[in-house]
């Protein structure tokens, strides 16, 4: 039988890795943790979340983040199956409690015994044997070097994450738990200021030194992860409109919405953690911590992780990637993750799924399928891999999907029926692997 090296053991490197050995195949999983650990990595574990703890929304009928989910829960993803497992209360999100997802996780991939775990860098590709690259946005840089010099030159964004906070030192005289317009368990700590200490907030951190990025100022950053210090210049109201929104959240003090409120989310089960929701930045961590306090509930926060902004490295998919994730030119290498231009925790897992499920098929000379572009899964992996001068990294999202082939006005009708048609395209697919 076959092996399948795996490069990388995060979010898709591990899905794909539990998928393959659940089918029978051989697998060597490779990580260079815990001898050495990426900029943003920490954790000695598989599937590390490297920022916010919430895979985002659970609403498979009304958000395409949440309809992806179900559609990897029908595939019977790990990734998946941990973050139910391990979920904590987040109103419609599905957040998790980050450490005890990843050992989930690495229980379930050390209990398999096709998948062999080597602790070692891999730093060169060989375009004959059978391998799915998942070693993420943080690449190490010489593998980096060569995938680059293999697929013809990469491309690259920066990403940021946000400050973690210990629940003890959050000063509740001066914020309150609740969630916007009520809607949730009320798990959210909320951190109003008033105009004043907004416009102190905001002068501070406009002046905050930030850490030195190299070519920084040159690139793009993720529109959908953007430092907080950058939407600030923007425009003065511009956190007012974003993270700092006050609408929907009423100060039981006062009975009203604050001028600004920074809202907080739990971080694990027990509540001892929260992070800072939407507060990715750049700054210096001493500059975090000095500007952060003129948030009155703040004041005295003690920080778990400063955040951090690093440089991801992403592959030009649409000229080299095909739809099942392999190389044009090299049909036994299949990337799969971040680096493919998917965007977050469950995209990066959803391509390793894919890429899993169609490597398997090749090795056993079964025909070549793949899913529809009416799921959300096929529709990531068709726009990744479609002709597109400005290729960006892509999120989970309705637009993508094609469009129903009759006119409905109602936003929520809409995508119910997007939602519909794609689970029963999943069962389907699920058919069709199945039976042959
Ligand atoms: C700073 C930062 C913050 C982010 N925040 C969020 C967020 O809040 N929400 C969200 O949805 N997404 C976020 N993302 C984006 C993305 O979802 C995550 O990066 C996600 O973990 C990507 O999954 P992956 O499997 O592609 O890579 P990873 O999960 O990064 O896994 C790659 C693995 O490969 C290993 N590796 C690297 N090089 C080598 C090598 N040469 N040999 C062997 N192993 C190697 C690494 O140690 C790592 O374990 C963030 C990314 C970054 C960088």
Sequence with gaps: MQTV?????GLAGAEAAYRLA???IKVKLYDIKPNKFTPAHQSEK????????????NDVYGNAAGLLKEEMRMLGSLIIEAADKTKVAAGNALAVDR???????TEKLCAENNIERITEEVTDVNLDEYTIVASGPLTTQSLSDKIMQMVGGGLYFYDASAPIIDFESIDMEHAFFGDRYDKGNGDHINCPMNKEEYEAFISALSTAEKA???GFENTAVFEGCMPIEVMAARGHDTLRFGPLKPVGLTDPKTGRWAYACLQLRREDADG?????????TNLLWGE???????????????????GVMHRNTFINSPKVLCEDYSLKNHGKVFFAGQITGVEGYVESAASGLMAAIYCERKIKNKKSVTVSDNTVLGALAKYITTENKDFQPMNANFGILPPLNRIIRDKAQRKREQAERSLSKIS????????D
């Design 46 to 57: 598989y599937a590390e979340l490297v920022c916010s703890n919430s895979l985002k929304s």
């Design 22 to 24: 659940k089918n029978g």
């Design 288 to 306: 975090q911590k000095r500007v952060f306090s003129l948030i009155p509930a703040l004041k005295n926060a003690e920080y778990h992780r400063y």
């Design 99 to 105: 450490e005890k997802f990843s050992e989930y996780i």
């Design 428 to 435: 389907e697919f699920i058919k069709e692997i199945n039976n």
């Design 272 to 280: 001892n953690m929260y992070n800072m929701v939407g507060f990715q």
């Design 5 to 9: 090296k795996i490069i990388g053991g």
């Design 212 to 214: 030195k990025l190299h």
